[in-house]
């Protein structure tokens, strides 16, 4: 007996919880279905899922709603046969997922007006995730030369002007790196900063 209620009970539930979540949308918004609006953009960043409805409103007579192919939507014709809404107040159901094509039939609205509208319908319960961020990589200064030992400095900006040996009153950074059992050369200054100076005498 318990099992049989909670039978129906649930059967219940899975026949108003869909319909509860559903979410109606205003094609265009305050703006309605018309001609001259960008109903791509209008879409762009909505979630469409499967029972939720689309309701175009409009002045009746002024317009109509044809739902089309990805062909009818692009050349702006409808298929032989298909029934146009005219309420001025139509609802659609978005009944199983997929990709939804409409347009307005009336004289050139589709064509000059750009009155259609392409959207994506997704299953029930659908969430989209969002992309990951890139992840940054700390950049290390370049410097001149490879290998752990040897002349180093820091290489210049391109708006800097290049450092010249022997010039009065500069002063750059190039210095001599030694391994640590090496013994200490026997010339004075090795191992230690140095100017251009000093090196324009010993090159």
């Not at 265009?28 to 018309?34: P, Q, S, V």
């Not at 000059?112 to 950049?139: A, C, D, I, M, R």
Request: hydrophobic share 35%; aromatic share 12%.
């Amino acid at each position: 007996m318990a099992s049989s209620q909670l039978f129906i009970i649930l059967a219940i539930a899975a026949i108003f919880v869909p319909s509860i979540s559903a979410v109606e949308f205003i094609v265009g918004d305050d703006k309605g279905w018309t001609i001259n609006f960008d109903y791509q953009t209008w879409a762009k960043g909505k979630v469409f899922h499967v029972g939720d409805k689309l309701v175009f409103k409009y002045p009746q007579g002024a317009h109509n709603v044809l739902k089309v192919n990805g062909t009818g939507f692009q050349q702006c014709e409808a298929p032989e046969g298909t029934l146009a809404l005219t309420s001025g107040n139509d609802v659609i159901l978005l009944a199983t997922p997929g990709r939804k094509w409409y347009i307005c039939g009336v004289s050139r609205h589709c064509e000059v007006g750009n009155q259609k509208l392409f959207l994506t319908v997704h299953p029930q319960g659908f969430s989209p995730t969002p992309s990951p961020l890139p992840s940054e990589v700390p950049s290390s200064p370049a410097t001149v030369g490879s290998g752990e030992y040897g002349w180093k400095s820091p290489v210049p900006s391109p708006s800097a002007e290049p450092p010249y040996p022997g010039t009065a009153g500069s002063e750059s950074h190039y210095y001599w790196n030694y391994p640590p059992s090496s013994p200490s050369p026997a010339y004075p200054g090795a191992g230690s900063r140095t100017t251009n100076s000093w090196i324009s005498r010993w090159w």
